[in-house]
């Protein structure tokens, strides 16, 4: 079936550091993929999207490519700030409207 | 604000118990889902509703139950609580045609005495 498997936490950065989130999936036909993140005591909420091979999504300074040929999404900043902390995950979507979440992965940034 | 309403907050109750959880999806929103988010599970899909009826199940106990009411707002009935039922419990809607997002509730924290 189905999955998502993103990289295990928890990451600890220094702010203005280069962050990236591995993310891989397996699915059947053309997938949607997503980036949520949930800051503390909230839900989640979404962070970016793309809908078909080689879409960029980005939002707020990240970034992440649909990569067909390598089934990754992987999500990247270039310079973190203390606000970025946060769990994200990895997500995606297929027919009939169905969700498969990543476990997550804590980032923690220090100033 | 995601327009997710879901009450109660935070609920503390004993084993052996039911108790209900309740969601009110944004405004237009016809698909209603249900996760639970706990330390050492990550978040697991429970179950999808679309306009009043069951679409999707996942990793559902058969203690648990939920239903979307004809003005789409959905309850998650949880009985014979265990220790192990004690987690976040969100809700999620989404429109009618697939736009790829899912707009999360702020969850239910139950906890389990």
């Known amino acids: 079936g189905d999955s998502v498997t993103q990289m295990e936490g928890p990451v600890t950065l220094s702010e203005e550091a280069f962050l990236t989130i591995n993310c891989t999936y397996t699915a059947t036909g053309y997938p949607s993929l997503f980036w949520y993140v949930q800051y503390p005591g909230e839900g989640l909420q979404l962070l970016l999207k793309?809908?078909?091979?080689?879409d960029k999504g980005s939002n707020k300074g990240f970034e992440a490519t649909y990569r067909k040929e390598t089934t990754s999404f992987h999500l990247e900043k270039g310079s973190v700030q203390v606000s970025d902390s946060a769990v994200y995950f990895c997500?995606?979507?297929?027919?009939?409207?169905?969700?498969?979440f990543g476990t997550g992965t804590s980032l923690t940034v220090i100033p | 604000d995601s327009g997710v309403t879901q009450t109660p907050k935070h609920l503390i109750t004993a084993t052996g118990q039911r108790v209900t959880l309740r969601c009110s999806p944004r405004s237009g929103d016809l698909s209603v889902y249900w996760y639970q988010q706990s330390l050492d599970q990550g978040l697991q899909f429970l179950i999808q509703?679309?306009?009043?009826?069951?679409?999707a199940k996942g990793n559902i106990l058969e203690r648990f139950s939920a239903q979307q009411f004809p003005d789409l707002h959905s309850e998650l009935n949880l009985s014979s609580l265990e220790l192990g039922d004690s987690a976040l419990y969100f809700c999620a809607s989404s429109v009618e045609v697939f736009t790829g997002e899912l707009f999360f509730g702020e969850g239910s924290r139950l906890t389990v005495l």
């Open positions: 997500a995606l979507s297929n027919t009939g409207n169905q969700f498969y």
């Open positions: 793309a809908t078909k091979a080689d």
């Open positions: 509703y679309y306009n009043g009826e069951e679409r």
